[in-house]
């Protein structure tokens, strides 16, 4: 069983940038596909961009040239770039891995985009 937790999240302008992290613990997540949620209350959760073991990327079409997911093996750690933000990027994001049909989950970071 993988732990999750999260980190990075916080206050910026519109136009700045956050480096989200997810730190896994317990097992090894290179074969897993692991996926970065946002969570705004009221509203569905929305997936924002995933990593396969193989680590071929997707992304919402709301974040595509703006975001970029990474994988750092070495370090156990999937991480979240998030540039050029916008006030509607506002939310709380989760981290996940998926493995073998069993979801893993982080308790989020909070991310507010706001002048």
């Known amino acids: 069983q993988v732990q999750l937790v999260e980190s990075g999240g916080g206050l910026v302008q519109p136009g700045g940038s956050l480096r989200l992290s997810c730190a896994a613990s317990?097992?090894?997540?290179?074969?897993?596909?692991m996926a970065w949620y946002r969570q705004v209350p009221g509203k569905q959760r929305e997936l924002v961009a995933a990593?396969?073991?193989?680590?071929?990327?997707n992304y919402a079409d709301s974040v595509k040239g703006r975001f970029t997911i990474a994988r750092d093996a070495a370090k156990n750690t999937v991480h979240l770039q998030m540039n050029n933000l916008k006030p509607e990027d506002t939310a709380t994001y989760l981290c996940?891995?998926?493995?073998?049909?069993?979801?893993?989950w982080g308790q989020g970071t909070q991310v507010t985009v706001s002048s």
């Open positions: 317990g097992n090894m997540i290179s074969g897993y596909w």
């Open positions: 996940s891995g998926r493995l073998w049909g069993t979801d893993y």
């Open positions: 990593i396969t073991k193989t680590n071929s990327t």
